[in-house]
Each structure stands twice: as structure tokens, then as C-alpha cells.
């Protein structure tokens, strides 16, 4: 009978066994070659598993810890003392005796949304408390960003988009019609950055060009900046780098300094980095430095602005992303470091941190140290896969491609992290995907 001294199934008959942890990864592949199935187990993952600290495998693989385990994967990797049960129920619940939490809370925002545009429709004039309710919500919105569903963004920031279009349509108060723009706006903004993350480039470049135009109606500097930035790294992801560059010199000079001019040159650090130049890496990332050195606390477009943050961490990335674009794994690795260690002093700068972490993982590699690369993804396995955004997938292939590069493509631990990487991806897409896609 299970014991609930073990984490899982597996770590039970793992302990339980007469065979080290070597002889049963050694085991495994044998088994595995019995069935004449591509798979293999190194006690470094079989560890990981027997923890519950990874949920996923391969096709090829599943089926061998299953036909030599003897249980179902899930199974062997869920509670010990809960797998005689799950066995038995075949993982069914009986109907009525749990409640689906999230479609609750999902149910009741959608209901006050409904509620809101109703009453914005019918009511004769625009109430200012009507407009501070969508200042306050896009920006909670945007820092609430990165633990959010893209699709849950995609419908609450075109929600807040559609209510400001309503009351634009009902004041012709220059104060009202300015504060309105900007939502409408900063909403664009963020609709760009879930279409980024869904990989539809085309739909983020509109909205980012939406953005714009709306900052450039109210002279919102700051929101410009931003914006024109965005479209800079929506080029440059796809491939446009020269594009990215000019998207960059045609705004820095009206940019705010601080922050907003910092963001700029950072990210034309990434485009001349894709472009392989080292040098003009190198001089944008000293310009966006120089920048950030003069940022005001607490701006938005700032430290303290979420999704529309740039933040000490955040800064750090970035440049840390550059510097390992140009094959500077060692300078990469510390540049990267800095980031990870200013994310508690920098809560709403902006950083996703697992995007870091595989940055990390890639310089580490590039750095010529595969345990290092291995370790730096510990705390990205768990991301949600609902919560696997563009910005994340994009490096992990990067990371794969790496990892299958001349110098690791036989390496069994390599060979390994790319069957994770493969099925953390396609995790991720089966999530993301939007009906008709």
C-alpha cells in the first residue's frame, strides 16, 4: 500500500525496487529498445520525475515507463497515496461533487463586463467615475500580464477597447475625449502584446500602429514611445531587423528620457544583435544604460507599469538577450544574472521571468556547460501551458536548435532536454491555438 512519505508512485516503487537508480535507467532503455522505441531515461530526469517536478514526456517515452512501470503515466507521476484510487476511477469524477473554479470566476468577470457596456450604452452622458474605472482596469491589466491566460487578455483588454470606443462616441469633452484616447490606446497596446504572444504577427502589428495613432492624437509621449517600440520588436521577431532599426531612429529623438528612450535602444540592441553586429550592440546597449540611469521611480511606462513597465530586470534581460544573440555566452550569463537577482526588488517591472531563465539556460550552453543549461530550465517546466507565450516558446526552440547544433547533438542529456523542449512546445500550442487557427 502506498505511503504518503512519497511524492509520487514512481518514487515509491522506485525506492521500493532492488535496483539503483543507474540500473534503472539502464533498465528503461533496454526496455525501450525490447519495443523498438526511440527513448531514454538519464537518472538526472528519471529524478525529476520520481519528484512530480515534470509532467510531461514524449509519446515514445510515455509508452515505455508505462509498459515497464506497469501504470499509467500520469499515474506514475501523481500522489502515491492518491494512485489506487485514480487507478481505480480511471481518472473519472463523479458528476456534481466538484465545481470548476476558474469557469466561475471566468462566468462572473464576463457577466460585470456585460454589465458595464450595457450601462455605458444606455446612459446619456459619460460619467468621469466611468472613465477612472477603465484607467484603473487597463492598468491592472497590465500588471497583471504575465499570470493571465493570453486569450483571458485578449478578452478583457478588447472589453475595456470596446467601452472606451462607446464613451468616445458619447463626449465631446477635450478632457474626457483625451483621457478616453489613452485607454483606448494603452488597450491596443496590450491587445498587440497577446497577438505577439499568440504569433499573429499581422494582428499586433495593427494594433501596435493603433496604439501609436491614438498617442499621437493626445501627445502622449510616453504611450508613442512605447508603441513604436513594440512595432520595432514585432519586426524584429519576424525576421525584419532592418525595419526594427528604422522603427527605432524615426522615434528616439521625441522619446521621453528614462525609461521610454531606454526600452528603445534596448531593443534596437536585439535587432543589430540579429543582424550579428557587435559593435552597434554594444553602442545601443551603452546609450540604453545611460538612459535608465535617468528613470524617475514610479512611472509608469516604468518600474511600476506591468506590461508597459521597463524595469531594472527587465533592462537587464534584454541587454542580456542582445549580448547572447552575438555568441557572448560568458558576458550573456552575467548580464542575465543581474536580471534574475533585481526581480524582487522589481515586481512590476515587467520581466517574465522564465524567458530570462532559458536565456539563461542558452548562455550557459554557449558557455560550453550542458549541466548549467539543464539546471537554468528548472523553473520553466512548470510554467502552465495555458501560460507558455510566444515570447518563451520562441527561445526554447531557439534553445532546441542549439542543443541539436554539432557540439551536443549526441549528448544523451542534450537528446533528452530536446524531447522536453518538444513536448513543453507542443503543450503550449495545443493551448494557444484559437478556434479556426
Given at each position: 500500500m502506498?505511503?504518503a512519505?512519497h511524492?509520487?508512485?514512481?518514487e515509491?516503487?522506485?525506492h521500493?525496487?532492488?535496483?539503483?537508480i543507474?540500473?534503472?535507467c539502464?533498465?528503461?532503455?533496454?526496455k525501450?529498445?525490447?519495443?523498438?522505441e526511440?527513448a531514454?531515461?538519464?537518472p538526472?530526469?528519471?529524478?525529476?520525475?520520481m519528484?512530480?517536478?515534470?509532467?510531461q514526456?514524449?509519446?515514445?517515452?510515455r509508452?515505455v515507463?508505462?509498459?515497464?512501470w506497469g501504470?499509467?503515466?500520469?499515474?506514475?507521476?501523481?500522489?502515491?497515496?492518491?494512485?489506487?484510487e485514480?487507478?481505480?476511477s480511471c481518472?473519472?469524477?463523479?458528476?456534481g461533487?466538484?465545481?470548476?473554479?476558474?469557469s466561475?470566476?471566468a462566468a462572473?468577470v464576463?457577466?460585470a463586463?456585460?454589465?458595464?457596456?450595457?450601462?455605458?450604452?444606455t446612459?446619456g452622458?459619460?460619467?468621469?467615475?466611468?472613465?477612472a474605472?477603465?484607467?484603473?482596469s487597463?492598468?491592472?491589466l497590465?500588471?497583471d500580464?504575465q499570470?493571465?491566460?493570453?486569450l483571458?487578455m485578449?478578452?478583457?483588454?478588447?472589453?475595456?477597447r470596446?467601452?472606451?470606443?462607446l464613451?468616445?462616441?458619447?463626449t465631446?469633452?477635450p478632457?474626457q475625449?483625451?483621457?478616453l484616447y489613452?485607454?483606448a490606446?494603452?488597450?491596443?497596446?496590450?491587445l498587440s502584446?497577446v497577438s505577439?504572444?499568440?504569433a499573429?504577427?499581422?494582428?499586433?502589428?495593427?494594433?501596435?500602429r493603433?496604439?501609436?495613432?491614438?498617442a499621437?492624437?493626445?501627445?502622449?509621449?510616453?504611450?508613442?514611445?512605447?508603441?513604436?517600440?513594440t512595432?520595432?520588436?514585432?519586426?524584429?521577431?519576424?525576421g525584419?531587423?532592418?525595419r526594427?532599426?528604422?522603427?527605432i531612429?524615426?522615434?528616439v529623438?521625441n522619446a521621453?528620457d528614462?525609461?521610454?528612450?531606454?526600452r528603445?535602444?534596448?531593443?534596437e540592441a536585439?535587432?543589430?544583435?540579429?543582424l550579428?553586429?557587435p559593435?552597434r550592440?554594444k553602442a545601443a546597449?551603452?546609450?540604453a544604460?545611460v538612459?535608465?540611469g535617468?528613470?524617475?521611480?514610479?512611472?509608469?511606462?516604468?518600474?511600476?507599469?506591468?506590461?508597459?513597465g521597463?524595469?531594472p530586470?527587465r533592462h537587464?534581460a534584454?541587454?542580456?538577450?542582445?549580448i547572447l544573440?552575438?555568441?557572448?555566452?560568458?558576458?550573456a550569463?552575467?548580464?542575465i544574472?543581474?536580471a534574475?537577482s533585481?526581480?524582487p526588488?522589481?515586481?512590476?517591472g515587467g520581466?517574465?521571468p522564465?524567458?530570462?531563465?532559458?536565456d539563461?539556460a542558452?548562455a550557459?550552453?554557449?558557455?560550453g556547460r550542458?549541466?548549467a543549461?539543464?539546471g537554468a530550465?528548472?523553473a520553466?517546466?512548470?510554467?502552465?501551458a495555458?501560460?507558455?507565450?510566444q515570447g518563451?516558446?520562441?527561445?526554447?526552440g531557439?534553445l532546441s536548435?542549439q542543443?541539436a547544433g554539432?557540439n551536443w547533438?549526441?549528448?544523451?542529456?542534450a537528446?533528452e532536454l530536446?524531447?522536453?523542449?518538444?513536448?513543453f512546445?507542443a503543450?503550449a500550442?495545443s493551448q494557444?491555438a484559437?478556434?479556426g487557427?
Amino acid at each position: 500500500m502506498a505511503t504518503a512519505q512519497h511524492r509520487t508512485l514512481l518514487e515509491q516503487i522506485v525506492h521500493e525496487g532492488s535496483w539503483t537508480i543507474d540500473e534503472t535507467c539502464r533498465a528503461f532503455e533496454r526496455k525501450a529498445a525490447e519495443m523498438g522505441e526511440s527513448a531514454t531515461l538519464s537518472p538526472r530526469h528519471l529524478a525529476r520525475w520520481m519528484s512530480g517536478e515534470v509532467g510531461q514526456a514524449r509519446p515514445a517515452t510515455r509508452r515505455v515507463a508505462e509498459e515497464f512501470w506497469g501504470h499509467r503515466f500520469e499515474v506514475l507521476l501523481g500522489s502515491a497515496q492518491d494512485s489506487f484510487e485514480f487507478e481505480r476511477s480511471c481518472g473519472t469524477a463523479a458528476p456534481g461533487l466538484s465545481v470548476d473554479v476558474e469557469s466561475l470566476e471566468a462566468a462572473a468577470v464576463m457577466a460585470a463586463h456585460e454589465s458595464f457596456e450595457h450601462a455605458a450604452r444606455t446612459a446619456g452622458t459619460v460619467d468621469s467615475d466611468d472613465i477612472a474605472m477603465l484607467q484603473e482596469s487597463v492598468l491592472a491589466l497590465a500588471r497583471d500580464y504575465q499570470i493571465k491566460p493570453p486569450l483571458q487578455m485578449l478578452i478583457e483588454a478588447r472589453h475595456i477597447r470596446d467601452v472606451a470606443y462607446l464613451l468616445l462616441d458619447k463626449t465631446r469633452m477635450p478632457a474626457q475625449t483625451s483621457e478616453l484616447y489613452q485607454v483606448a490606446g494603452q488597450a491596443c497596446g496590450l491587445l498587440s502584446v497577446v497577438s505577439f504572444d499568440l504569433a499573429r504577427w499581422d494582428a499586433a502589428e495593427e494594433q501596435a500602429r493603433s496604439a501609436r495613432t491614438y498617442a499621437e492624437l493626445i501627445g502622449d509621449a510616453h504611450l508613442q514611445a512605447w508603441a513604436r517600440g513594440t512595432q520595432a520588436v514585432i519586426a524584429n521577431w519576424r525576421g525584419q531587423s532592418r525595419r526594427a532599426i528604422s522603427l527605432i531612429e524615426s522615434s528616439v529623438e521625441n522619446a521621453p528620457d528614462g525609461t521610454s528612450t531606454a526600452r528603445l535602444r534596448a531593443i534596437e540592441a536585439r535587432a543589430w544583435a540579429e543582424l550579428g553586429n557587435p559593435d552597434r550592440v554594444k553602442a545601443a546597449l551603452r546609450l540604453a544604460d545611460v538612459e535608465m540611469g535617468r528613470a524617475r521611480d514610479n512611472e509608469l511606462y516604468g518600474a511600476s507599469g506591468g506590461e508597459f513597465g521597463w524595469g531594472p530586470s527587465r533592462h537587464a534581460a534584454c541587454a542580456g538577450t542582445a549580448i547572447l544573440t552575438v555568441g557572448q555566452g560568458e558576458a550573456a550569463v552575467t548580464r542575465i544574472s543581474d536580471a534574475i537577482s533585481l526581480i524582487p526588488e522589481d515586481p512590476f517591472g515587467g520581466l517574465a521571468p522564465a524567458r530570462a531563465h532559458v536565456d539563461m539556460a542558452a548562455a550557459e550552453l554557449l558557455a560550453g556547460r550542458l549541466d548549467a543549461s539543464a539546471g537554468a530550465l528548472d523553473a520553466v517546466w512548470t510554467i502552465p501551458a495555458a501560460l507558455r507565450r510566444q515570447g518563451l516558446t520562441g527561445r526554447m526552440g531557439l534553445l532546441s536548435r542549439q542543443l541539436a547544433g554539432r557540439n551536443w547533438r549526441d549528448t544523451p542529456e542534450a537528446i533528452e532536454l530536446r524531447d522536453q523542449i518538444e513536448v513543453f512546445t507542443a503543450e503550449a500550442a495545443s493551448q494557444l491555438a484559437l478556434p479556426g487557427a
